[in-house]
């Protein structure tokens, strides 16, 4: 990667060799060579790269960020590593296609060395404005047809339950397992409610966990039966058949060696 230590991001790189273990931990138990993953809100790559490495040359990676200052670190941190399975996508998800403002941490702010607080809707400290397209994620696949997804990571600061509405169509044709960040805070400034991304996901027969980092062992899911009170991973899965029963048993079992 190409890194600057003043930044969030690159500053736990350097210093600890990874950022969001808890996430590699899931992506590195629930992705297989050949698979196709899509990270939407990709930032500056940490986890498009690992998605890029599990998958190999003979899978797909989809890597939407529509923060232009990302976007180019992104793209520089994809050519470096000469990754022709990424396709970069340089827009926001949501539930239908129009054209949004971004609010981006100011730079001489505090929050200025954090890119990934970037929001189309819940940043409330210093920031400057862009005008970003947004298109929802089954039409994005539509253009860059991937096959059988596997695996949907979001992370959009409070905007996840439009790019999940925006989805259904891949949610209900490849039954991804998907991860995405509940903040409480930020889903209040979009005025969207737990219940909304439940029902959504309940109705396609999605079952929602939430991710436990702190387990002895690293990773262990625990079903979630009402909204969070605080700041949750949650995963959500198919609950029917084997190929639910086998993943959950990656995810939450111990990690090889």
Request: glycine share 8%; net charge negative.
């Amino acid at each position: 990667m190409e890194v600057d230590s003043r930044e969030v991001i690159d500053w736990s790189v350097v210093f600890f060799g990874e950022y969001e273990k808890h996430m590699r931990d899931l992506l590195e138990r629930s992705l297989r060579v050949g698979d196709v993953a899509i990270d939407v809100g990709a930032n500056v790559g940490v986890h498009t790269l690992t998605m890029a490495r599990l998958v190999g040359p003979a899978g797909r990676v989809l890597a939407l960020e529509p923060n232009p200052s990302a976007l180019k670190r992104l793209r520089r941190n994809v050519e470096l590593n000469a990754l022709e399975q990424v396709a970069v996508v340089p827009c926001a998800a949501g539930a239908y296609a129009t054209r949004l403002q971004l609010r981006v941490p100011a730079e001489d702010s505090r929050e200025g060395a954090n890119p990934g607080l970037a929001s189309l809707v819940a940043l409330e400290t210093p920031h400057s404005v862009v005008e970003v397209d947004v298109q929802p994620l089954d039409a994005v696949l539509r253009v860059e047809p991937l096959g059988q997804v596997s695996l949907i990571k979001i992370d959009v600061q409070g905007y996840e339950c439009q790019v999940l509405r925006g989805a259904t169509e891949t949610l209900g044709m490849f039954a991804p397992l998907v991860v995405f960040e509940f903040e409480p805070w930020a889903w209040r400034q979009a005025e969207r409610r737990w219940e909304d991304a439940r029902d959504l996901l309940e109705g396609l027969s999605y079952e929602l966990w939430r991710l436990d980092a702190a387990a002895r062992g690293g990773l262990r899911l625990l079903p979630l039966t009402a909204m969070p009170r605080d700041h949750a991973e949650v995963v959500a899965m198919r609950g029917d058949g084997h190929q639910a029963g086998a993943l959950r048993g990656r995810i939450a079992g111990p990690m090889d060696g």
